[in-house]
C-alpha cells in the first residue's frame, strides 16, 4: 500500500545553528550560553563542543546543493543571536547578517524553501550574566532582535519560527540543569517559561511590523505524550501534573491566554506568579499562522511509591535535579518497545495522538511536524556506504501515522526531518547520530545514509511505500 500526502504537503529538514555552524569566533560571533556550558568541565559526553560542530558555516554551500540532490523542498536553520547581536542588544552585525542572506540566497537559487528559527536554545551570554530567561528583559531583548533579523530578510523569507522548543530552554536549563545554562532551580524555569512565552508574543509583535502580509509566523513547541501507568488516581493526578508543566505551560498563554488554574496551584508554594503582568497574557496570544510540533517519544508516569526520589528516567538526561517545579514526586517510566539510541522507544502512536490534539486545541490554526528523527549507530561499511534500516522503519512508521491523522482531519501542511545531518547533539556531543547524512567529523566529509535516498523519494514523490 502506497500512502498519497496532499498537493503542495512541505517535505524539509531541521537543523540548530550551534549544533551545525561551527566559526564559533569569527565575524563578530560572541559566546552563547551553549558556548560557555559546552566548554564546562564534565557539562558535556566528552568535553565535546560546537566550535566546529559540521562547519556549515563554511560548507553551506555544498549542503544546499547536496539538500538540492537528495530532493528537499525546504531546509529549517535557526540563527545564531550572538552571531547577529553579539551582546544581545545594540545594532546588529553585518557580517553576521550576511552569512544568513547567502544561506538564503542559496537556498532559493536552489528551489529549497527557507524556514526560519529565531531561537534553538544558543542565548547570547551577556543576556545571560544579566540574569538570562528568568528576567523580563530578555524577552525584550528578543523581540528587538527579530526586528532586526526580519528587515535584513523578510523580503525572502516567509516561514518564521520565534522559538524552538521552549519547555527545553526553561525546565532543562534552569531547572534539571542538563541543558545550557545548567541552572538548577526550582521558581527560575517558571519564571523562564512565562518570559519564553512573552519573547514569543513580543517577537511575533515585532515580526508583523516588519513582514510582508505573506509571511508565516509560527512557534515549535515539543508537547509531551504523558501516558498514566495505571488507571489508579494517583497515576492519574500525576499524568495531570507532568501535562500541566511540558504542555499547559505553554498552549494556555498561547491558544487560550491563560495560565492553567491546576500548575498555578501545583505550584503555589514556589511563587504565586506575580511575574506575570497584566496585559502579557494578551500580547502571548498573538494570532498563529501555524503551529510547529516536534516528537519523538511518549511519557510514561505514575505517583512515586516510596519516599525517596521519585525515579528519573524522562528521557531528558541523567541530573539529580527535576526539571518538573512542584512535581518533583511524579515517577517516570521506560515505556515498552523498540528503542533509539537515545533509548526513547519507538512509538508513532504518539504523534498521531499530539496532531489530533491540537487540531482540537487549535482549531483552524495549520500543523506542521518541524522535527521528528531517531538517533542509530550507522557506520559506513567496507564500501563506504551507510545502511541505516531502522531509520527508515523509524520515518515510514511515523509518516504513515502522519498521513493517518490527516485522514482523521489534521490541517498537518509539512514534515521537517531531524535532521538532515550528523551533527552536535547538545549534552551528549557527538555520540549520537541524527542525521540521514553521515559527517565523518575528522574530515568534515558527508555521505547520504540510505535513509536520506529513502527520504529524498518521498519528498519529490510525496508517496510514501510499505516496506
Given at each position: 500500500?502506497?500512502?498519497?500526502?496532499?498537493?503542495?504537503?512541505?517535505?524539509?529538514?531541521?537543523?540548530?545553528?550551534?549544533?551545525?555552524?561551527?566559526?564559533?569566533?569569527?565575524?563578530?560571533?560572541t559566546?552563547?550560553?551553549?558556548?560557555?556550558?559546552?566548554h564546562?568541565?564534565?557539562?558535556t559526553?566528552?568535553g565535546?563542543?560546537?566550535?566546529?560542530?559540521?562547519?556549515?558555516?563554511?560548507?553551506?554551500?555544498d549542503?544546499?546543493?547536496?539538500?538540492?540532490?537528495?530532493?528537499?523542498?525546504a531546509?529549517?536553520?535557526?540563527?545564531?543571536?550572538?552571531?547577529?547581536?553579539?551582546?544581545g542588544?545594540?545594532?546588529?552585525?553585518?557580517?553576521?547578517?550576511d552569512?544568513?542572506?547567502?544561506?538564503?540566497?542559496e537556498?532559493l537559487?536552489?528551489?529549497?524553501?527557507?524556514?526560519?528559527?529565531l531561537?534553538?536554545?544558543?542565548?547570547?551570554?551577556e543576556l545571560?550574566?544579566?540574569?538570562?530567561?528568568?528576567?523580563?528583559?530578555t524577552?525584550?531583548?528578543?523581540?528587538e532582535?527579530?526586528?532586526?533579523?526580519?528587515e535584513?530578510?523578510?523580503?525572502?523569507v516567509e516561514?518564521?519560527?520565534?522559538?524552538?522548543?521552549?519547555w527545553c530552554?526553561a525546565f532543562?536549563?534552569?531547572?534539571?540543569?542538563?541543558?545550557?545554562?545548567?541552572?538548577t532551580?526550582?521558581?527560575?524555569p517558571l519564571?523562564?517559561?512565562?518570559?519564553l512565552?512573552?519573547?514569543?508574543?513580543?517577537?511575533?509583535?515585532a515580526?508583523?511590523?516588519?513582514?510582508?502580509?505573506?509571511?508565516?509566523?509560527?512557534?515549535?513547541?515539543?508537547?509531551?505524550?504523558?501516558?498514566?501507568?495505571?488507571?489508579q488516581p494517583?497515576?492519574?493526578?500525576?499524568?495531570?501534573?507532568?501535562?500541566?508543566?511540558?504542555?499547559?505551560?505553554f498552549?494556555?498563554?498561547?491558544?487560550?491566554?491563560?495560565?492553567?488554574?491546576d500548575l498555578?496551584?501545583?505550584t503555589?508554594a514556589?511563587?504565586?506568579?506575580?511575574f506575570?503582568?497584566?496585559?502579557?497574557?494578551?500580547?502571548?496570544?498573538?494570532?498563529?499562522?501555524?503551529?510547529?510540533?516536534n516528537?519523538?517519544?511518549?511519557?510514561?508516569?505514575?505517583?512515586?511509591?516510596?519516599?525517596?526520589?521519585?525515579?528519573r528516567?524522562?528521557g531528558?538526561?541523567?541530573?539529580?535535579?527535576?526539571?518538573?517545579?512542584g512535581?518533583?514526586r511524579?515517577?517516570?517510566?521506560?515505556?515498552?518497545?523498540?528503542?533509539?539510541?537515545?533509548?526513547?522507544?519507538?512509538?508513532?502512536?504518539?504523534?498521531?495522538?499530539?496532531?489530533?490534539?491540537?487540531?482540537?486545541e487549535a482549531?483552524?490554526?495549520?500543523l506542521?511536524?518541524?522535527?521528528?528523527?531517531?538517533?542509530?549507530d550507522d557506520?559506513?561499511d567496507?564500501?563506504g556506504?551507510?545502511?541505516?534500516?531502522?531509520?527508515?522503519?523509524?520515518?515510514?512508521?511515523?509518516l504513515?501515522a502522519?498521513?493517518?491523522?490527516?485522514?482523521?482531519?489534521?490541517?498537518?501542511?509539512?514534515?521537517?526531518?531531524?535532521?538532515?545531518?550528523?551533527?552536535?547533539?547538545?549534552?551528549?556531543?557527538?555520540?549520537?547520530?541524527?542525521?540521514?547524512?553521515y559527517?565523518?567529523?575528522?574530515?568534515?566529509?558527508?555521505?547520504?545514509?540510505?535513509?536520506?535516498h529513502?527520504?529524498?523519494?518521498?519528498?519529490?514523490?510525496g508517496?510514501?511505500?510499505?516496506?
Amino acid at each position: 500500500m502506497t500512502l498519497t500526502f496532499p498537493p503542495g504537503f512541505l517535505w524539509g529538514s531541521a537543523a540548530a545553528s550551534y549544533q551545525v555552524e561551527g566559526a564559533a569566533q569569527e565575524d563578530g560571533r560572541t559566546p552563547s550560553i551553549w558556548d560557555t556550558f559546552s566548554h564546562t568541565p564534565g557539562k558535556t559526553l566528552g568535553g565535546d563542543t560546537g566550535d566546529i560542530a559540521i562547519d556549515q558555516y563554511h560548507r553551506f554551500r555544498d549542503d544546499v546543493r547536496l539538500m538540492s540532490d537528495l530532493g528537499m523542498a525546504a531546509y529549517r536553520f535557526s540563527v545564531s543571536w550572538s552571531r547577529v547581536q553579539p551582546t544581545g542588544r545594540g545594532p546588529a552585525v553585518q557580517r553576521g547578517l550576511d552569512f544568513y542572506r547567502s544561506l538564503v540566497d542559496e537556498l532559493l537559487a536552489a528551489g529549497i524553501q527557507p524556514a526560519l528559527t529565531l531561537y534553538h536554545w544558543d542565548l547570547p551570554q551577556e543576556l545571560e550574566n544579566t540574569g538570562g530567561w528568568p528576567e523580563r528583559e530578555t524577552a525584550e531583548r528578543f523581540a528587538e532582535y527579530a526586528g532586526i533579523v526580519a528587515e535584513a530578510l523578510g523580503d525572502r523569507v516567509e516561514f518564521w519560527i520565534t522559538l524552538n522548543e521552549p519547555w527545553c530552554s526553561a525546565f532543562l536549563g534552569y531547572g534539571s540543569g542538563v541543558h545550557a545554562p545548567g541552572r538548577t532551580e526550582r521558581l527560575a524555569p517558571l519564571r523562564a517559561a512565562h518570559h519564553l512565552n512573552l519573547a514569543h508574543g513580543l517577537g511575533a509583535q515585532a515580526l508583523r511590523a516588519a513582514l510582508p502580509a505573506r509571511a508565516q509566523i509560527a512557534i515549535s513547541l515539543n508537547p509531551a505524550v504523558v501516558r498514566p501507568l495505571t488507571q489508579q488516581p494517583q497515576d492519574l493526578d500525576a499524568q495531570r501534573r507532568i501535562d500541566a508543566l511540558a504542555n499547559r505551560v505553554f498552549s494556555g498563554p498561547l491558544l487560550r491566554g491563560a495560565y492553567p488554574s491546576d500548575l498555578i496551584a501545583d505550584t503555589a508554594a514556589i511563587t504565586d506568579w506575580s511575574f506575570v503582568r497584566d496585559g502579557d497574557l494578551a500580547v502571548i496570544k498573538h494570532p498563529l499562522d501555524a503551529l510547529g510540533i516536534n516528537y519523538y517519544t511518549p511519557s510514561l508516569v505514575s505517583a512515586a511509591t516510596s519516599d525517596g526520589p521519585a525515579t528519573r528516567n524522562d528521557g531528558h538526561g541523567a541530573s539529580e535535579h527535576s526539571p518538573w517545579p512542584g512535581s518533583e514526586r511524579v515517577a517516570f517510566h521506560q515505556t515498552p518497545g523498540e528503542r533509539t539510541e537515545m533509548g526513547w522507544t519507538v512509538d508513532p502512536t504518539g504523534l498521531h495522538e499530539l496532531l489530533m490534539r491540537y487540531t482540537r486545541e487549535a482549531p483552524g490554526v495549520p500543523l506542521y511536524i518541524t522535527e521528528n528523527g531517531a538517533a542509530y549507530d550507522d557506520k559506513p561499511d567496507a564500501d563506504g556506504v551507510v545502511h541505516d534500516p531502522e531509520r527508515i522503519d523509524y520515518l515510514r512508521a511515523h509518516l504513515a501515522a502522519a498521513h493517518r491523522a490527516i485522514a482523521d482531519g489534521a490541517d498537518l501542511r509539512g514534515y521537517f526531518l531531524w535532521s538532515l545531518m550528523d551533527n552536535f547533539e547538545w549534552a551528549y556531543g557527538y555520540s549520537k547520530r541524527f542525521g540521514a547524512v553521515y559527517v565523518d567529523y575528522a574530515t568534515q566529509t558527508r555521505v547520504p545514509k540510505a535513509s536520506a535516498h529513502w527520504y529524498g523519494q518521498v519528498a519529490r514523490t510525496g508517496e510514501v511505500a510499505d516496506a
